[in-house]
């Protein structure tokens, strides 16, 4: 809206022109039978993808002929309000609009752009191009509360910015600034510039850049198991965006500093979405396929908005590097194990072959090793501290290393174990954990399922008879008494035909006249057995005697099995 008309109305004086970078403005100064402007209008819209540039000027009074120029700039003015001189802020490809009208008929538009150190001489848009017209009766403006405006005092314009040569498809061009101002003559462009209305600030472009925010779902997982999604939303957009795309991008595990998101770059997944409009902001969202890590590290989503240029007014757009980050942390494995033992138990001092098995679960492709070790005896209730180092039983390699399958189970494999000492015995097995899983373990002591039961033995009883033998050598009243010495001889037959199988050394009479084996005779095998005694007397009153085979016999027998020898 200008300043009231009178005195404090500005202008530009002092033979001020268009090419003129610095500018007078003048107080008051509106010569008589010229035009003095009271408004001016400026709107842009996209239609079928095309940008329309919509002008308008209001005037107080109709002086037939209106020669207005509308100044678009891509810096902002100065406010040209107060009386002075200016220097205006002018950038290569500003355009300069002029609406030359002579009094009748159908206005001419014009257009011409900065170059720099002038204006371009002005090009004249035909109707398929630019249409404009000046009111031939009285019309209201609903922006100024309805006044009335009566013929001559209102034109306006509008230009296919693109079908005129201004905007190109593909360059982004933005505006904001733009005032209007009036020629004293239409007969030349170069014609003293009078009266104006103040520059205002506008936003006329071709394209605009979106802000990209997006949200990752969940910021932490595990590897193997939890599915991460991202979100986008899209805001500061032009006209729809429905059905247009997002793209999203995952990177890592871990990427160095300073990686490469941009939006050729390659990336470990990658999935789009077609885009929903929100309402009336414009905001749009889309919510990416689902992804399972498979590898512990860092990760970042990165969502990118291709935009919608040629033929939209959307630049390319995306959130960035590393907006949302993602820890993906090791799998928190179990273990879980099996002894496997011999049948039929196993004894004190057998040798046998023993193994035990351990099969992880919540791991994801386990690899590494499972450490084995074998403890005991153990008496009373095992508990988490009874499996020590002091009772690692001396296995081979005890503690033992088996291997990760793929599976995820690992075993001792056959063990030779000999105990010496009956009772409980129990493996306890841990876990290494690798770099995609945590350690795990060791499983407890005491675990009934790693149970190596040790029994007792019965012992081997066999008995058997011994034999020995004693002699009495009585004398004669008168004779004295008998001295001498005794030997005995043990024969394995009744008749005492076979060789002795004891002589016992020679045993002097004691003072009763009596002499014995000094040890006893296994009578083994079975069978009949015959002592054979002979005595040698030293008085010599009494004559040597043997007694007869037949006298001392001994039948033995044995249930079985036989005697210990």
């Not at 403005?25 to 993808?49: C, H, M, Q, W």
């Not at 919608?308 to 194990?337: F, H, M």
């Not at 008998?482 to 016992?504: H, K, M, R, W, Y």
Request: hydrophobic share 35%; proline share 7%; with cysteine.
């Amino acid at each position: 809206m200008d300043l009231p008309s009178g005195s404090t109305d500005n202008a530009f004086g002092q033979g001020t022109h268009e090419n003129d970078t610095s500018a007078s403005v003048v107080l008051g100064s509106i010569p008589p039978n010229k035009n003095d402007l009271t408004r001016f209008y400026l709107a842009d819209e996209f239609v079928n993808n095309m940008p329309f540039l919509y002008l308008a000027w209001e005037r107080a009074v109709n002086i037939g002929s209106a020669d207005m120029d509308f100044e678009i700039n891509q810096a902002a003015q100065p406010a040209l309000r107060t009386a002075g001189m200016y220097t205006l802020n002018r950038t290569v490809g500003d355009l300069l609009v002029l609406f030359e009208f002579g009094g009748s008929g159908t206005p001419m538009i014009q257009i011409a752009t900065w170059q720099g150190t002038a204006w371009s001489t002005p090009v004249t848009l035909n109707g398929t191009s630019a249409l404009a017209s000046v009111n031939t009766g009285t019309v209201t403006d609903p922006l100024n509360g309805n006044a009335s405006l009566t013929t001559g005092l209102f034109g306006d314009a509008a230009i296919n910015l693109q079908a005129a040569g201004i905007f190109n498809s593909n360059l982004c061009e933005n505006f904001s600034s733009a005032y209007v101002k009036a020629r004293s003559s239409g007969s030349s462009f170069n014609a003293e510039l009078k009266d104006l209305i103040s520059p205002i600030p506008v936003n006329l472009h071709s394209c605009v850049t979106p802000t990209v925010t997006t949200s990752q779902t969940p910021t932490t997982g595990t590897v193997g198991s939890t599915s991460f999604t991202d979100s986008a939303t899209v805001t500061g957009v032009t006209g729809s965006v429905a059905n247009e795309s997002v793209t999203f991008k995952l990177f890592g595990p871990s990427p160095a500093s300073g990686f490469d998101c941009s939006p050729t770059a390659g990336a470990l997944f990658t999935t789009t979405g077609t885009l929903t409009q929100a309402g009336s902001t414009a905001s749009t969202m889309q919510t990416a396929g689902s992804k399972v890590l498979s590898a512990v590290g860092s990760y970042y989503w990165v969502a990118y908005y291709p935009g919608d240029r040629p033929g939209g007014q959307n630049l390319p757009a995306q959130s960035g590097c590393t907006d949302e980050p993602i820890t993906v942390g090791k799998a928190p494995a179990s273990v879980s194990t099996v002894a496997t033992n011999p049948q039929g138990g196993i004894s004190v001092g057998s040798t046998v072959g023993i193994s035990d098995t351990a099969t992880l679960s919540s791991a994801f492709q386990p690899t590494g090793s499972v450490s084995f070790g074998l403890h005991g005896p153990i008496s009373g209730t095992a508990t988490a501290s009874s499996c020590t180092a002091a009772n690692l039983v001396a296995l081979p390699g005890n503690p033992i290393a088996g291997s990760v399958t793929a599976g995820g189970t690992a075993t001792t494999g056959s063990q030779s174990f000999t105990p010496t000492q009956a009772g409980m015995y129990y493996w306890v097995a841990g876990y290494s954990g690798d770099n995609n899983n945590q350690g795990a373990g060791p499983s407890g002591c005491g675990d009934p399922n790693e149970s190596v039961v040790v029994s007792t033995i019965n012992p081997t009883l066999a008995s058997k008879i011994l034999l020995s033998d004693s002699a009495k050598v009585s004398g004669a009243s008168g004779a004295g008494t008998p001295t001498g010495s005794v030997v005995f001889e043990l024969f394995n037959t009744a008749d005492c035909s076979s060789t002795p199988i004891f002589t016992s050394t020679s045993t002097t009479l004691d003072a009763g006249g009596t002499a014995s084996t000094t040890s006893p005779v296994a009578a083994t095998p079975a069978g009949t057995y015959a002592w054979e005694v002979v005595f040698t007397s030293t008085n010599a009153n009494y004559n040597g005697l043997t007694t007869p085979c037949t006298a001392e016999q001994a039948v033995i027998s044995y249930r079985s099995p036989s005697p210990a020898p």
